[in-house]
C-alpha cells in the first residue's frame, strides 16, 4: 500500500513538472516579430533600418533611433518619418547581436548599409495590405503586394 501511494506521487509530481515547464517555455517568447519584418528569422533580437538610420527590438516591440545625439527608445517612429513604409524598407536582421544596445555598432553598420541598401529580396511575415491599413508606424501595415517580396532571403549580420 505504501509503494502504491509513492508511485502514485510519483506520477502526480511528473506530470506537474512538465506542466510548469510548459507555462514557463510560453511566457519567455513574449517578443514576436512584426508583420512588416521579414520572413523566416525567428532567433533575431533586432533589425537594422538602413533607410531611416533606425533599430527595432523585436523582444520590446520598440524603435531606437538617434535624436539630437541620443538614442531613444519609443513604439513609434519620430514624426519626420510618419510616411516611412515599414513594410517595403530594407531589413537587416542582426543576427549575431544579443547585447542591449545594437547601436554600439551603428557606425560600421551605417557604412555596410547605407541609405537605399538592397541586399535579398525580402517577404515579410505580414501578407495582407487591406487587413492592416496604412502605416502608423507601429508595424502594423502589410504586404506591398510582392513587389521585390518573393524571397525569403536577407544578410545574416
Same mark, same amino acid.
Given at each position: 500500500?505504501?509503494? &502504491? $501511494? ?14 510548469? *515547464?510548459?507555462?514557463?517555455? =510560453? ?21 537594422? &533600418? ?18 539630437? !545625439? ?11 518619418? @510618419? ?9 537587416? =536582421?542582426?543576427?549575431?547581436? *544579443?547585447?542591449? @544596445?545594437?547601436?554600439?555598432?551603428? @557606425?560600421?553598420?551605417? =557604412?555596410?548599409?547605407? $541609405? !537605399? ?9 505580414? /501578407? ?5 491599413? /496604412?502605416?502608423?508606424? @507601429? ?17 545574416? *549580420?
Amino acid at each position: 500500500m505504501k509503494t &502504491l $501511494k509513492l508511485i502514485t506521487l510519483g506520477i502526480v509530481m511528473l506530470f506537474a513538472t512538465n506542466s510548469i *515547464h510548459a507555462q514557463i517555455s =510560453v511566457n519567455l517568447h513574449l517578443g514576436t516579430a512584426p508583420s512588416w519584418g521579414p520572413a523566416g528569422y525567428d532567433s533575431a533580437n533586432y533589425y537594422y &533600418l538602413p533607410d531611416i538610420e533606425a533599430y527595432y527590438d523585436i523582444r520590446e516591440s520598440q524603435f531606437i533611433y538617434l535624436n539630437k !545625439g541620443t538614442w531613444i527608445r519609443s513604439k513609434s517612429l519620430p514624426r519626420q518619418y @510618419r510616411n516611412y513604409d515599414l513594410n517595403s524598407g530594407y531589413k537587416v =536582421v542582426l543576427n549575431d547581436y *544579443h547585447g542591449s @544596445r545594437p547601436y554600439t555598432n551603428f @557606425r560600421s553598420n551605417r =557604412v555596410q548599409y547605407h $541609405k !537605399g541598401y538592397q541586399g535579398s529580396p525580402q517577404r515579410t511575415i505580414g /501578407n495582407n495590405r487591406a487587413e492592416h491599413g /496604412n502605416n502608423d508606424n @507601429r508595424g502594423n501595415n502589410g504586404d506591398r503586394g510582392g513587389r521585390g517580396n518573393n524571397g525569403r532571403g536577407n544578410d545574416k *549580420h
